[in-house]
């Protein structure tokens, strides 16, 4: 009788019992994974923002050195000599949008969710995309104070609502495509012409400029499976916040 006991306590677990246990764990997995990929995609946001206000001072920092802003990068082969460095020229192009020249101002090369480029093939995944007012990016004709914008940079949110002024838009734009590592929004698209009417703004409904101009979005995020997924970082320079750093240093006037 003692034996028959010892055997009956040492029957292992039935197949059954194992499966429903290993069921019970993966819920429980599953239920902790969400909540953790939501924990990192945040700290990874939190450190693109912080890596774009610190680009967006190199920016402001190499225009109080130099006397203008630096052109977009737009060299795709990693083994020439000019990659990662700023174009010698952009002012006769207005359409000019590339990715911020992370070796001339020294700054990380790619958001948190990109990786370093290693042939002309791979794709610039997590690259700073950047682009910037010409009369603002000319090296042999320094801005001053009655340098005028001519790009037209307008940005806008989710809704429509602007976030710039009309009568002072950017002069500057920088944003990370976040972790989907895609344009979306108005970043999706790129548009070169001016506002509707030659001499600059277009008010149209009072919100936001009319479709084919230079528009780029900023804002809150919208999760996967809108129609309106958005989760781009974008930061600016504004040309008052500009002027007033060069006076400061005695750049200007």
């Not at 040492?10 to 019992?17: I, K, M, P, W, Y």
């Not at 042939?119 to 995944?125: D, G, I, L, V, Y």
């Not at 008010?203 to 129609?227: F, I, K, M, R």
Request: proline share 7%; with cysteine; charged share 15%.
């Amino acid at each position: 009788m003692i034996r028959k006991s010892i055997a009956i306590g040492q029957r292992g677990f039935s197949l059954l019992e194992l499966t429903l246990v290993l069921f019970i764990i993966a819920l429980a997995l599953g239920g902790m994974l969400n909540p953790l990929g939501s924990l990192l995609e945040g700290r990874q946001r939190t450190e693109a923002k912080t890596h774009l206000e610190r680009i967006k001072e190199a920016l402001v920092g190499f225009a109080m050195i130099n006397g203008y802003l630096p052109c977009p990068t737009t060299t795709i082969d990693p083994d020439n000599a000019g990659y990662g460095l700023e174009d010698a020229t952009c002012n006769a192009d207005s359409v000019a949008e590339g990715y911020i020249p992370w070796r001339t101002l020294g700054v990380p090369e790619t958001d948190p969710w990109g990786a370093p480029r290693t042939t002309s093939a791979a794709p610039f995944n997590g690259y700073w995309r950047y682009r910037v007012d010409r009369n603002f990016s000319n090296s042999g004709a320094l801005f001053t104070l009655a340098t005028a914008l001519t790009e037209n940079l307008t940005i806008r949110d989710g809704q429509g609502n602007l976030l710039t002024a009309p009568t002072e838009t950017p002069v500057a734009v920088i944003y990370s495509t976040g972790a989907n590592l895609s344009q979306d929004g108005e970043n999706a698209t790129f548009e070169s012409a001016v506002c509707g009417n030659a001499s600059g703004y277009d008010p149209g409904s009072g919100t936001a400029c009319p479709d084919g101009e230079p528009l780029y979005q900023a804002g809150n995020p919208v999760g996967p499976g809108s129609a309106s997924a958005f989760d781009d970082i974008t930061v600016w320079v504004a040309r008052p916040l500009l002027f007033n750093r060069m006076v400061i240093a005695g750049r200007l006037p």
